[in-house]
Nanobody, 125 residues
Framework: QVQLVESGGGLVQAGGSLRLSCAAS????????MGWFRQAPGKEREFVAA????????DYADSVKGRFTISRDNAKNTVYLQMNSLKPEDTAVYYC??????????????????WGQGTQVTVSS
């Protein structure tokens, strides 16, 4: 069992930045591929970014590539999402997720077995 708690969301103007954090507890954090997903009102949850267990491999949705950076600190059991050049369309609840034991990065919601409660990000125009 892995428990995930997100923080760092808030209200920011377009063009601004936020850094989300996700603290994990329970099982060995470094054993899990980690991902970030988001869900905007009235829309389905979608993949944002993922990072391998060591942090050496990352993957991004096209909509955030070049603006968002995912990273992790296995010593602190934490994964981060640095979000720059934010746009109003980035407004959503952002969720941290841990992939059920598997060595590779995944983009599907079903790839991830553990989820945080989410943190709201609102970007004003």
């Amino acid at each position: 069992q892995v428990q995930l708690v997100e923080s760092g969301g808030g209200l920011v103007q377009a063009g601004g930045s936020l850094r989300l954090s996700c603290a994990a507890s329970g099982r060995t954090f470094s054993n899990y591929v980690m991902g970030w997903f988001r869900q905007a009102p009235g829309k389905e949850r979608e993949f944002v970014a993922a990072i391998s267990r060591s942090g050496s491999v990352t993957d991004y949705a096209d909509s955030v590539k070049g603006r968002f950076t995912i990273s992790r600190d296995n010593a602190k059991n934490t994964v981060y999402l640095q979000m720059n050049s934010l746009k109003p369309e980035d407004t959503a609840v952002y969720y941290c997720a841990a992939r059920t034991p598997a060595p590779t990065i995944g983009r599907r919601i079903s790839d991830y077995g553990y989820w945080g409660q989410g943190t709201q990000v609102t970007v004003s125009s």
